[in-house]
Each structure stands twice: as C-alpha cells, then as structure tokens.
C-alpha cells in the first residue's frame, strides 16, 4: 500500500485547506485511516481518523469543530477540511492507514498505523 498526500501550502490565519490523500497498490489491506501531524522537534500528534466505511470518525480535541474528515472509498482517498486554521496548526501532515488484520477501532497512537504517507506542510500566518 502507498500514501500520497497532498494539498498543504501557506495560509492566513482564520483561512481553510484541503488535504488529500490517496491511496494505491492493495488498497483492500486497508482499514481505519488518518492524519497525524509533525512539528519539528516534537512527537507525531493524532488529528483525526475515519473508518473504514468513512461512516465514523474520530477527532483530536483541538481539532473538533474545525476540522473535518471523511474519505471516499470510490476513488481510495482520505480528506482532511482545516478551516479556521491557527498559527498552531503549522505542521507537516501526515496521512496513515490501518491494516485490515487490526480491526476497525479507531487509533490514535502512531504505533497502530502500518501505512504513511509523505508529509505535506501546512503553514499558517498570523
């Protein structure tokens, strides 16, 4: 399975991104997804999962309400909708899949993922 994200860039403080994330090779290994986020120098930090029928999902305190995941199978891509994005979401996004074999429980911890993507950066200006 392979993880391409993209979609990041430089946004103003209050502004709105759309990641992507689409997935290739034996997609039918795939369970649960999600996005995680990096800033150098501190550990990966969970943003939001979705299941696998994308009918639930599961956030990050600081991210409920302003962020939204979803996925559509179809086209084997995950999204994440940031909007009123802080300077504190400044950060390489990272998105990851669960394999099948673990289930459909949600996961925050980056040790339950078996799949990654690339990061893509976001950046936000105050």
């Known amino acids: 399975v392979q993880l391409q994200a993209s979609g990041g860039g430089l946004v103003q403080a209050g502004g709105s991104l759309r990641l992507s994330c689409a997935a290739s090779g034996r997609t039918f290994g795939i369970n649960a997804m999600g996005w995680f986020r990096q800033v150098p120098g501190k550990e990966r930090e969970f943003v939001a999962a979705v299941s696998l029928s994308g009918s639930s999902t599961y956030y990050a305190d600081s991210m409920k309400g302003r962020f939204t995941i979803s996925r559509d199978n179809a086209k084997n891509t995950v999204y994440l909708q940031m909007n009123s994005l802080k300077p504190e979401d400044t950060a390489d996004y990272y998105c990851?899949?669960?394999?099948?074999?673990?289930?459909?429980?949600?996961?925050?911890?980056?040790?339950?993922?078996?799949?990654w993507g690339q990061g893509t950066q976001v950046t936000v200006s105050s």
């Open positions: 990851a899949a669960k394999g099948y074999y673990r289930g459909s429980s949600f996961s925050t911890l980056v040790s339950e993922y078996d799949y």
